[in-house]
């Protein structure tokens, strides 16, 4: 009788794992919009979210194997401690010490951006990760090639047929599973937002409360609330480098109008995210607020219009920055979901 | 009994030869110089002192219309990549109607450019696609210029670029009874004739000469 319940528990564990190593519909998860957040861009209509397909975009992320010399991974530029971008490099370097014309950008609530980039050249989340890898300063890599490095490798075709049914790696299910990961990278749980959400126990100090008034009557219009960002572009009048010539927009438009024009930035996780602006050129977030309240120069002629300095005191200044030290979220920073795979 | 299987039969015949009436429509796509379909690489005299050589020849042609005494009788919605290094490219087939009219577009249109990334045709592997200013190059037309006692002048033109001011993508008519193949030429030799190479061999980005030169192809394609 024993042996007979030993052999049926064991039949049932082999029908078990039988299943389960036959099962091959992909684990759809939900991509949770924070509450009173505007709808997202993205909308996975062609690439469902999936838990196998999230894990294949994570791996994809941290794998050196998408550069030229396996030298470079997604995450050398853009690091989960810093919010995702290259810290302490005011522009960032990729294969063979190259170096390219513009500080990484975070990757931070992607799922809400309909551009991307400085000056918003790339028009859709899925083919952004195209330019990393081509680019001849990050990985100086060929599409063809990562498509023949990534099929003849031992693991990516198994995790790609689990993740889209078919084992053959396109540049179109690799650029899906990159959006997958990158798409998922949200961060909603700053003090800010508890506070926002009136969660107990969390309040704004006083000095954070005058920030936010301060914030809310200067910077928000451009850093709109709740992403800190308008998604739109603007000059900010920083006079050009000399060096880089960067003209924003206008490379990619041809209209004047958008001379001088970058996108702006989310101001989520700001405290790690330095140095700061398009080129990086401040260090700190205290050279960030001393330039916007006296550094502007209201003459700049490519300002498309005209920008004032804020004239802060300085305890305004001093409550501003600690308004923006609410925006950091360590739950994002440190989710072990976003990190290198284990 | 007899007469319901042969009207069984009769129909089936009936139907089988119905469906053997909608063959398949060929259209076939030539790029030409000097009245002869280009073979790439090789010289080409445009008269006693101009040479010219075609390296690449690559462009999109997309979303064919037939109509039938101007009415749309049917369209498809899709995207066909014609290479000259890949002779079969250029034939495309559809199925047969009884049309008087076709349309399509030269270049991809503004809602593919939009629609991230995509197979096939429109896998950025092709080349055909700008990553850094998202869009697809719906014309490419690469070699050399060379007029006699001067210095040869490669040139390069990728046409594309869908945002307004700037859109590339053009639409050609052609006027056509119905028939199994059908032939599309494009007059390569006529586009060249009309742009100074001298002073614009190269066109790269989106914009106004990119716009331009769309335009000028588009009046180069005939039956």
């Known amino acids: 009788?024993?042996?007979?319940?030993?052999?049926?528990?064991?039949?049932?564990?082999?029908?078990?794992?039988?299943?389960?190593?036959?099962?091959?519909?992909?684990?759809?998860?939900?991509?949770?919009?924070?509450?009173?957040?505007?709808?997202?861009?993205?909308?996975?209509?062609?690439?469902?979210?999936?838990?196998?397909?999230?894990?294949?975009?994570?791996?994809?992320?941290?794998?050196?194997?998408?550069?030229?010399?396996?030298?470079?991974?997604?995450?050398?530029?853009?690091?989960?401690?810093?919010?995702?971008?290259?810290v302490d490099h005011n522009v960032s370097h990729g294969i063979e010490g190259r170096k390219g014309t513009r500080n990484s950008p975070v990757l931070i609530n992607l799922a809400w951006n309909s551009t991307f980039h400085w000056d918003g050249g790339v028009?859709?989340?899925?083919?952004?990760?195209?330019?990393?890898?081509?680019?001849?300063?990050?990985?100086?890599?060929?599409?063809?090639?990562?498509?023949?490095?990534?099929?003849?490798?031992?693991?990516?075709?198994?995790?790609?047929?689990?993740?889209?049914?078919?084992?053959?790696?396109?540049?179109?299910?690799?650029?899906?599973?990159?959006?997958?990961?990158?798409?998922?990278?949200?961060?909603?749980?700053?003090k800010y937002d508890k506070v926002m959400r009136k969660e107990k126990g969390v309040q704004f100090s006083e000095q954070e409360k005058n920030g936010l008034k301060i914030f809310r009557n200067n910077c928000a219009v451009c850093h709109k609330e709740?992403?800190?960002?308008?998604?739109?572009?603007?000059?900010?009048?920083?006079?050009?480098?000399?060096?880089?010539?960067?003209?924003?927009?206008?490379?990619?438009?041809?209209?004047?109008?958008?001379?001088?024009?970058f996108k702006i930035p989310t101001l989520r996780n700001v405290e790690f995210t330095f140095p700061y602006m398009h080129d990086g050129r401040y260090k700190k977030l205290k050279d960030v607020i001393n330039y916007y309240s006296d550094g502007i120069d209201?003459?700049?002629?490519?300002?498309?219009?005209?920008?004032?300095?804020?004239?802060?005191?300085?305890?305004?200044?001093?409550?501003?920055?600690?308004?923006?030290?609410?925006l950091t979220d360590k739950a994002f920073l440190y989710n072990p979901r976003y990190s290198f795979p284990k | 009994m007899i007469r319901k299987s042969s009207l069984i039969v009769?129909?089936?015949?009936?139907?089988?030869?119905?469906?053997?009436?909608?063959?398949?429509?060929?259209?076939?796509?030539?790029?030409?110089?000097?009245?002869?379909?280009?073979?790439?690489?090789?010289?080409?005299?445009?008269?006693?002192?101009?040479?010219?050589?075609i390296s690449t020849c690559r462009f999109y042609v997309s979303n064919f219309s037939f109509f039938s005494k101007g009415k749309l009788l049917s369209q498809q919605k899709s995207a066909f990549l014609l290479d000259l290094e890949h002779p079969t490219s250029l034939d495309l087939s559809f199925p047969s109607r009884d049309f008087d009219g076709i349309q399509f577009?030269?270049?991809?249109?503004?809602?593919?450019?939009?629609?991230?990334?995509?197979?096939?045709?429109?896998?950025?592997?092709?080349?055909?696609?700008?990553?850094?200013?998202?869009?697809?190059?719906?014309f490419k037309l690469e070699g050399t210029y060379t007029v006699k006692n001067a210095a040869k002048i490669p040139f390069e033109y990728h046409l594309g670029g869908y945002l307004s001011p700037y859109p590339t993508i053009q639409t050609i008519s052609v006027e056509k009874e119905q028939a199994e193949n059908i032939v599309i030429q494009l007059d390569l030799q006529h586009f060249i004739s009309e742009?100074?190479?001298?002073?614009?061999?190269?066109?790269?980005?989106?914009?106004?000469?990119?716009?331009?030169l769309s335009k000028l192809l588009s009046n180069c394609f005939k039956i």
């Open chain 1, 1 to 86: 009788m024993k042996y007979r319940i030993l052999f049926f528990t064991f039949c049932i564990c082999a029908l078990g794992l039988i299943s389960f190593q036959f099962k091959s519909e992909p684990t759809i998860i939900e991509f949770n919009v924070p509450k009173k957040w505007p709808k997202p861009i993205y909308s996975f209509q062609n690439n469902p979210l999936t838990e196998e397909g999230f894990q294949l975009g994570g791996k994809l992320f941290y794998d050196p194997i998408l550069s030229r010399d396996s030298t470079i991974s997604c995450a050398s530029c853009h690091l989960q401690y810093t919010g995702f971008t290259h």
């Open chain 2, 195 to 212: 742009i100074d190479v001298n002073s614009c061999s190269n066109v790269m980005i989106p914009g106004a000469k990119a716009v331009e």
């Open chain 1, 226 to 261: 709740p992403l800190f960002t308008s998604t739109t572009f603007a000059s900010n009048g920083l006079k050009m480098d000399s060096l880089l010539k960067d003209v924003g927009r206008y490379a990619i438009t041809h209209n004047p109008t958008d001379s001088m024009l």
């Open chain 2, 105 to 138: 577009n030269l270049g991809i249109d503004s809602s593919t450019n939009v629609a991230g990334i995509l197979d096939g045709d429109l896998d950025p592997i092709n080349g055909m696609y700008w990553t850094w200013n998202s869009g697809y190059i719906n």
């Open chain 2, 10 to 53: 009769s129909f089936l015949m009936v139907l089988f030869l119905g469906f053997g009436q909608t063959t398949s429509l060929k259209i076939t796509f030539q790029p030409r110089i000097s009245n002869e379909t280009i073979e790439l690489n090789k010289v080409y005299a445009l008269n006693d002192s101009v040479q010219l050589v």
């Open chain 1, 123 to 190: 028009n859709h989340l899925e083919v952004q990760g195209i330019n990393p890898i081509q680019h001849p300063a990050e990985m100086d890599e060929k599409l063809e090639h990562v498509l023949k490095k990534l099929n003849a490798s031992s693991t990516y075709p198994s995790l790609f047929k689990a993740a889209f049914g078919t084992d053959q790696i396109t540049t179109s299910n690799l650029m899906k599973a990159l959006t997958l990961f990158t798409v998922s990278l949200v961060s909603s749980d700053s």
């Open chain 1, 298 to 326: 209201p003459s700049v002629s490519y300002l498309s219009k005209p920008l004032k300095p804020f004239h802060f005191n300085d305890t305004e200044k001093k409550d501003l920055l600690s308004f923006l030290l609410t």
